[in-house]
Nanobody, 117 residues
Framework: QVQLVESGGGLVQAGGSLKLSCIASGRIFSAMAWYRQAPGNQREVVAE???????NYADSVKGRFTLSREKAKSSLYLQMNSLKPEDSAVYYCHATWAASGRIDESWGQGTRVTVSS
């Protein structure tokens, strides 16, 4: 059974830092990503590591957020620096893998990040 467990969210002042962790179990994943969803907004990708280990960032977080992954442990991390109030959202870990000729996916339960001005 696949499980993704996020941690590391919290309340921080603007300009501060947080590090999110996603500990996955159940299998090795081909691609992993962090998404976020603010109230009233659609869920959006923040940073992703593709199956080819390429890292992509949303324009809004480039230069401030750093994605890293321990592939053997299926763990994913997001170091968030210079946080802004607009970064406030629930952050979700997402993983995909190939199985039986299709792509499966799983989501974590989310961890809330609140950035005060």
């Amino acid at each position: 059974q696949v499980q993704l467990v996020e941690s590391g969210g919290g309340l921080v002042q603007a300009g501060g830092s947080l590090k999110l962790s996603c500990i996955a179990s159940g299998r090795i994943f081909s691609a992993m990503a962090w998404y976020r969803q603010a109230p009233g907004n659609q869920r959006e990708v923040v940073a992703e590591m593709t199956a080819g280990d390429r890292i992509n960032y949303a324009d809004s977080v480039k230069g401030r957020f750093t994605l890293s992954r321990e592939k053997a442990k299926s763990s994913l991390y997001l170091q968030m620096n210079s946080l802004k109030p607009e970064d406030s959202a629930v952050y979700y870990c997402h993983a995909t893998w190939a199985a039986s000729g299709r792509i499966d996916e799983s989501w974590g339960q989310g961890t809330r990040v609140t950035v005060s001005s």
